[in-house]
């Protein structure tokens, strides 16, 4: 069964203060690995898809970055905005395959 | 480009009543996907759906929990009898052929 585990659970950053969020993975065979947004009470806003090991994507402050075990989202000087929570998920190869999703790491950046 | 829609947003029944949730994929998406979540817990799949067909239900409970998404019309889930342990936040979300799902603002239950 695909797993997808994030750390830390919560993290509370100063503003400026760089820092990683991780997601580790177990999945049969890797044909996407995502990264979502989520703002209290609103939907996931989707952010990126990564298909293999050695990927890398950008967005403003946020790059995402893919191995064959772990994806990193790294946040650079963040701001109070970008306070929300960030799941990751997978979906495996071979026809459908349901995409599970990690429980999220919340993310709070003070001014 | 109309993003994911979802009716209503927050919806209260009682203990007993049943609970119906409309979900309006993204233009030319034809894959629509439930999920509920409760507060700190993540998106726990339920059910996988396209034009008059179910594709997976096997995160769907078998009892009081039923889903379809006919040829003209919105994606319905359907919750009959509720009980409170149904309150939770479901979250639909559409793609298309194998591409990443896009999600919309949710539905709140509240069962009292």
């Known amino acids: 069964e695909d797993q997808v585990t994030q750390s830390p659970e919560a993290l509370r950053l100063q503003e400026g203060e760089s820092s990683s969020l991780n997601c580790s993975y177990t999945?049969?065979?890797?044909?996407?690995l995502f990264w979502y947004r989520q703002d209290p009470g609103k939907g996931p806003e989707f952010l990126f898809t990564l298909y293999s090991a050695g990927e890398e994507k950008e967005k403003e402050r946020l790059k995402a970055t893919l191995t064959k075990k772990e994806s990193f989202l790294h946040i650079t000087a963040p701001k109070p905005e970008d306070s929300a929570t960030y799941l990751c998920a997978v979906q495996a190869t071979g026809g459908y395959q349901k995409v599970t999703f990690g429980i999220g790491t919340k993310l709070q950046v003070i001014p | 480009n109309a993003g994911v829609m979802q009716n209503p947003r927050h919806l209260v029944r009682r203990r007993g009543q049943e609970a119906r949730l409309r979900c309006s994929p993204m233009k030319g998406h034809s894959h629509v996907y439930w999920y509920r979540q409760l507060p700190e817990e993540g998106l726990k799949f339920m059910v996988y759906?396209?034009?008059?067909?179910?594709?997976?239900e096997s995160g769907m409970p078998k009892e009081r929990f039923s889903a379809e998404f006919p040829k003209e019309g919105p994606s319905i889930l359907r919750i009959q009898q509720v009980v409170r342990g149904d309150s939770a936040a479901y979250f639909c979300?559409?793609?298309?052929?194998?591409?990443?799902?896009?999600f919309g603002p949710g539905t709140r239950l509240t069962v009292l």
């Open positions: 759906l396209q034009k008059e067909n179910i594709i997976d």
């Open positions: 979300a559409s793609s298309g052929q194998l591409s990443e799902q896009f």
């Open positions: 999945v049969s065979g890797l044909r996407g």
